[in-house]
């Protein structure tokens, strides 16, 4: 893929702004805060994806450059699903008699199939062959089973003990800086960290407020462009769209 | 214009204003020369400081004078230094120090880095300087971020160093100066000024006897 170099990046800017090289350290500051601060909104190479052993006490390690989910997803064919997200899971361990590290007695076993068919699928036994709704519910409520949650203080997820997987795949936020090899980022987001760049030398320098303003006006024009470009809906994106929405009815 | 130029010229006028009617070289040489070349830091330094104030960050290219520095490697620290040939101006971001590069990589220069910025940076994402090798000041050394002797860091031994200073000493009294035309009639005028502060002319004494 094309990409751009922070490098080029802050040079580019001191020539707009017609200035030697004794200013690159202040600006590739400056770049380096912008690449930062993107990078948590944006895609800038920073989603990693990872797959993680689940212990016999129902935790897997988070990676140590890990800043936050995207999700966390058990293998289901060439596919990945999503497991839920329940924030009361109990995030203190369990130990034995010996103060072994020991998973929480389960509320109720649950079928691996069952669990990804009727929860994360919505179909199998209430299904027909043809993908249509067979009733019988009977207002039972869905209660996901294979669930997560994220222990911050010891950096590990936890799931709950009737996640019977021995391994799920995490996709996950890191920082796009990086401290040992070159920083590249998207030909996009060229325009919206240089503006950024101009922004903050202005600050810095105690230009006019009139001067600073317009440069933070610059900056917001070239961010807002850059969403737009990160968030881009095409064609095919569309129909597939509306072809998502065409399915079989409830049989009333 | 040569510095021997400019001081008889200088001597001249001098002359002339203590007598006007019998020039004589009253003063030596050798201390205008020395008057000039003074004169001729501080005229440059107001050229740059009269651009900086106008927004333009620029320097007289022509009083760029370029050094060949032998490099020291600070194995203990990582790092390798060269002393500078002589002082530059002191311009902000230490734009006296103009460039430096490897003697093979001219148009590959180190990244200045200004020194109050060096002790900060440490341990943030910008001291990684995206891989290129940077330099700060301290005092008459120039320190580089990696040690530039050893192989991975390019086995430089000597580097050029461009300084924005008026070093008139490598320059004989029938040189050519490294000087913009309009510096001369300024840099007398700065001498003249100097010389003759708290004197009066021979013709006031004698208006005054009168």
């Not at chain 1, 007695?105 to 994360?120: G, I, M, R, T, W």
């Not at chain 1, 998207?186 to 006019?208: C, F, L, Q, R, W």
């Not at chain 2, 001249?12 to 020039?23: H, S």
Request: aromatic share 8%; glycine share 6%; net charge neutral.
């Amino acid at each position: 893929m094309k990409t751009k170099s922070l490098d080029v990046i802050v040079r580019d800017t001191l020539l707009d702004n017609g200035l030697p090289l004794h200013y690159y350290t202040r600006y590739l500051h400056h770049g380096l805060r912008c690449l930062d601060e993107l990078s948590l909104d944006f895609d800038m190479g920073n989603i990693k994806t990872v797959v993680l052993s689940v212990t016999d006490y129902r935790r897997a390690i988070l990676p140590a450059d890990f800043i936050d989910i995207v999700d966390v997803s058990g293998k289901h064919g060439e596919r990945l699903l999503p497991l839920e997200r329940v924030r009361n899971l109990n995030k203190l361990y369990n130990r034995d008699s010996e103060g072994n590290k020991i998973p929480y007695p389960a509320e109720q076993s649950v079928n691996y199939d069952a669990e990804f068919n009727y929860n994360l699928i919505s179909g199998g036994a209430t299904m027909n062959s043809r993908g249509e709704l067979i009733g019988r519910f009977y207002g039972r409520q869905r209660n996901p089973l294979m669930t997560y949650d994220i222990d911050t203080i010891n950096s590990e997820l936890v799931f709950s003990n009737t996640m019977d997987l021995i391994e799920v795949t995490l996709t996950y936020i890191t920082s796009a800086v990086s401290r040992s090899t070159a920083n590249v980022v998207t030909p996009y987001a060229t325009d919206v960290i240089s503006k950024y760049i101009t922004m903050m030398a202005a600050k810095a320098e105690g230009s006019t407020l009139g001067k600073y303003q317009l440069a933070q006006q610059d900056y917001q024009n070239a961010k807002r462009v850059f969403r737009a470009r990160m968030n881009s809906m095409d064609f095919a994106e569309m129909i597939s769209l509306i072809r998502n929405g065409i399915h079989g009815a409830l049989k009333n | 214009m040569t510095k021997k130029i400019l001081a008889e010229q200088i001597q001249r006028l001098y002359a002339r204003f203590i007598d006007k009617e019998n020039p004589s070289d009253i003063i030596d040489t050798r201390e205008i020369i020395l008057f000039i070349e003074q004169s001729l830091n501080k005229v440059l330094k107001l050229q740059v400081a009269e651009s900086f104030k106008a927004g333009m960050i620029d320097v007289p290219k022509c009083n760029l004078i370029e050094y060949t520095a032998a490099v020291t490697a600070d194995s203990g620290n990582n790092r390798a230094y060269i002393t500078l040939p002589v002082i530059p101006l002191t311009l902000p971001m230490n734009m006296g120090i103009w460039s430096i590069a490897a003697a093979t990589g001219a148009m590959n220069p180190y990244i200045p880095i200004p020194a109050q910025d060096v002790l900060v940076f440490q341990g943030a994402n910008l001291s990684y300087l995206e891989g290129r090798i940077g330099y700060y000041v301290q005092g008459r050394r120039v320190y580089f971020t990696k040690n530039i002797t050893l192989t991975a860091n390019g086995t430089v031994t000597s580097v050029i160093v461009n300084l924005l200073t008026m070093d008139l000493s490598q320059f004989g009294d029938n040189d050519l100066l490294p000087i913009s035309p309009e510096v001369e009639s300024t840099i007398i005028a700065d001498v003249l000024e100097t010389i003759s502060n708290g004197r009066v002319s021979q013709a006031e004494v004698a208006s005054k006897q009168q």
